[in-house]
């Protein structure tokens, strides 16, 4: 694949996702919209339009809630299991990326222990 083809599904994919996010914003800034897009909120008999600005959600914060969360949230939102699946998602994270570093770190005697052929 050259450099020119790899740019352009590139661009083409960037311009995409702009295109949807815009799309998504304009349509749940919409009142009519609200059932649509703010469903667990209405269900709380919250006001989807209270808070900040107009809506209370973004494209993008939902991020900073999952991040926020604490255990009982999670747990009181979708149960014991997604809560132990968190756990076991955090966990295999923390291991991969301990196993990345280390990986990625040359071993300071590499060249002691190689077979000589002697």
């Known amino acids: ?11 083409t994919s960037f311009v995409i996702f702009v ?13 009519g919209n609200a059932p649509v897009y703010y469903p667990s909120l209405l269900l709380r008999g919250l006001d989807p339009w209270e808070g900040r600005r107009r809506g209370t959600r973004s494209p993008f914060g939902w991020i900073r809630d999952a991040i ?8 009181a939102a979708g149960g014991v299991d997604a809560a132990v699946y968190l756990v076991f ?12 570093v280390r990986s990625s770190v040359p071993p300071p005697f590499r060249n ?3 077979y000589r052929g002697i």
């Open 89 to 100: 998602l955090s966990s295999g994270t923390a291991t991969t990326g301990c196993c990345s």
């Open 19 to 31: 295109v949807l996010v815009l799309v998504f914003t304009f349509l749940s800034r919409r009142p």
């Open 112 to 114: 002691l222990f190689q």
């Open 1 to 11: 694949m050259d450099l020119a083809s790899f740019l352009t599904s590139v661009l």
């Open 68 to 75: 926020s969360a604490s255990e009982t949230d999670v747990i």
